[in-house]
């Protein structure tokens, strides 16, 4: 995964990231389906979806703050227990405003872990080496979206779908308790003579200004969109056009599958393109992607569809982490992830209860040529992209003795 001492607390990380993000991407859709059962329409299962995001929103800066100045590991224990409890309790609810309340509890667990895990990846590692490391960590994330739909799909189903449903919910609870095993070795261990002082705090409004940041959020905003309403949407496609949950869940993995593939062969994609045009030629296929997936195509050609989006989408979120990182004043990294999180989340509500409203008007398959819009406004911001930010080489890092502040500052 990463040199030398990297390696073990990279691959820890991604293991949990693996098992969290696993219970995510089992739950999402589960709570599509007991929503359905309990007698939601496409409009309340594109709200619920959307309170998943809404804690996050309001949390993600002054979390991000709070990591600038002190330390990333405790976030991630504190996201799983939040993690495991919005999903076992939403299998326990029986009624959709407490689905949506520990949906959005589930939301708020996942981003207290994502923000530490940015964070800490950042931190340790040399600017030259942000993307690969970047990379490598979505890879968690990849495995757990190619896992968690598989293993709703093999729960859901048969005459009574909001018992199976669920189920599901409980047993992707139980998964995300699991991380916390991978999670004990983890350390900050730049943090610790790193803290920045307590006055330099960096209005958001200068980070928002540097060049590369707003662009950086707009991607991760679009490809997390996409994947969003990939999960949530999905099967609701699938009820419409007569898939079963089991072939859904397989079509969703199917894209998170192609996902890791282009996270594996990440860095020789940036050297034969470079960040800027990769980003853009990738969200321009992503576009067209989506909107093909609103036409009634048979199975098969979905299948492609999706693992052709799958791969396109994987190149986003990584990339995008690395730009907001090296754009960002670097006395606020944290802070500019955090804000790249509430893009993200600001997506994650409006687009859902967007999607609802399309699919009650046009059809449900009307939300992915919305995505493909979207994705189409993204490659053109990302085309104006810098390479990296004026000013700051790549250089290696000088070795880690007695050098935390200097290189937590350039990271």
Known sequence: MAPGGNRGWLFRLVLAFGFAQGAVSMARPAVSYRA??????????????????????????????????????????????????????????????????????????????????????????????????????????SLGQLIGPLAAGALIGGPDMARSSALALVVAGAGAAVACTSL?????????????????????????????????????????????????????VGEHRGIAPSAVGV????????????????????????RPALLTLTCLLAALLCAGVALPVPVWALAVMLTLLGFCLGVGQPLSM??????????????????????NRLGQVVAPAAAGLVAGLAGVAAPFVMLGALLLLSSAVARRSP????????????????SGLRHTSEL
């Not at 004043?329 to 509430?342: G, H, I, N, Q, Y």
């Open 322 to 343: 690395t730009t907001v990182v090296q754009a960002a004043p670097e006395a606020a990294r944290s802070t500019a992830l955090a804000l790249r999180l509430t893009g």
């Open 36 to 141: 359905l059962a309990l007698g939601a329409d496409e409009r309340a299962v594109g709200v619920i979806a959307g309170v998943y995001a809404l804690l996050p929103l309001f949390a993600a800066v002054p979390l991000g703050r709070r990591t600038d100045h002190g330390r990333c590991a405790p976030l991630l224990p504190a996201g799983v227990v939040l993690i495991t409890g919005g999903c076992a309790l939403s299998g326990l609810s029986g009624s959709l405003w407490t689905m949506a309340l520990w949906s959005g509890v589930m939301g708020l667990g996942h981003l207290c872990f994502v923000i530490g895990a940015q964070s800490l990846v950042a931190r340790q590692s040399a600017p030259h080496e942000q993307d690969r490391n970047f990379g490598h960590f979505t890879i968690g994330a």
């Open 251 to 274: 079509l969703l993995s199917l894209r998170a599958g192609a996902t890791i593939a282009c996270r594996l062969v990440l860095t020789p994609l940036l050297r034969l393109l470079g």
């Open 184 to 236: 004990w070795r983890i350390e900050d261990r730049t943090a610790v003579n790193s803290r920045p002082a307590q006055g330099e705090r960096v209005p958001v409004g200068r980070i928002l200004r540097a060049r590369g940041v707003p662009a950086g959020m707009l991607v991760s905003l679009s490809v997390l969109s996409a994947t969003d309403i990939l999960t949530a949407y999905l099967p609701v």
């Open 387 to 402: 390479e990296r930010p004026e000013g700051r080489a790549d250089t290696p890092r000088q070795g880690r003795a007695g």
